[in-house]
């Protein structure tokens, strides 16, 4: 018995689709819709997230039972980062990964490292996402990346001080926007190289200087962190080992 998935084009009416349907040979059309035949399944062996799959010709695909669509972001007349630029960066796997701690260029003492933090919920939305950047070189690498929707944001304290372990205990830039706990806990285990702003005007009752530790996104503070990203980026000061994506307000934030 053969397979048949069921596939018409996105935004293309039948009545425009129907000619090329009658024309291919293994199609077979069913009032509205055209059945296409499964020609073959192929697995392929593959461990990890899969951020993205392309397909040759329409870059179309099955997923669990439905023909899917996947556009191309570069296509878009709003795209942020500059596509050229990101598609001239050599692409890295990982020298290793340490529960999902990926690293891409193993630790040197006698460097300058950096790290940047998102802070989620861990209620699988949301990635918790660490960044840790190499500054002793031109450009700028991407040393190691950790990203999980998972973690809890007080347990995502400890991960990161296991990561800053591994990395000579840089200086730690986390978001501070919700999810104190994580510093917090990077506080309450002794981590001192924590980025911090300092609130110079003296207030009633307060002491003359308030540091804030972390860093907040918000509408003002967020728009300059990716526009000095998508700089970096393009002006060829930071190698990045993957797209930005999720890790670029970490990222940012250890490259200012």
């Given amino acids: 018995m053969k397979d048949f998935v069921c596939v018409i084009p996105h935004g293309v009416k039948w009545s425009s689709y129907k000619e090329q349907c ?3 040979s293994n199609n077979h059309k069913i009032g509205g819709r055209c059945l296409s035949e499964i020609e073959k399944i192929e697995p392929s062996p593959y461990k990890g997230v899969v951020h993205n799959i392309e397909v040759e010709e329409d870059n179309s695909y099955v997923a669990n039972g439905l023909v899917v669509h996947n556009c191309e972001p570069s296509a878009g007349a709003d795209i942020f980062f500059d596509r050229a630029s990101l598609d001239r960066q050599p692409k890295k796997t990982p020298l290793r990964t340490v529960a999902d701690f990926r690293i891409f260029h193993a630790f040197d003492p006698s460097h300058r490292y950096g790290a940047g933090h998102d802070v989620a919920g861990g209620v699988g939305l949301d990635s918790s996402t660490s960044v840790f950047i190499d500054f002793s070189t031109l450009p700028n690498k991407v040393a190691a ?10 347990v995502f304290g ?18 501070n926007n919700k999810f104190d706990m ?9 981590y001192d190289n924590i980025y911090f702003t300092e609130q110079k005007e003296t ?8 540091k804030t530790y972390g860093w907040n996104t918000n509408t ?10 998508k700089k970096a980026v393009e002006d060829g000061h930071l190698s990045s080992a993957i797209p930005p994506s999720s890790r670029s307000c970490a990222a940012t934030r250890v490259t200012t």
């Fill in 182 to 190: 994580c510093i917090g806990v990077l506080r309450h285990q002794g």
């Fill in 203 to 210: 207030r009633v009752g307060m002491p003359p200087r308030v």
């Fill in 22 to 24: 009658q024309n291919r």
């Fill in 145 to 154: 990346t950790f990203e999980s929707n998972v973690i809890k944001p007080d």
């Fill in 220 to 229: 003002m503070t967020k728009p300059k962190m990716l526009f000095d990203l």
């Fill in 158 to 175: 400890y991960e990161i001080i296991r990561q800053a372990d591994m990395f000579g205990r840089p200086i730690l830039a986390p978001e």
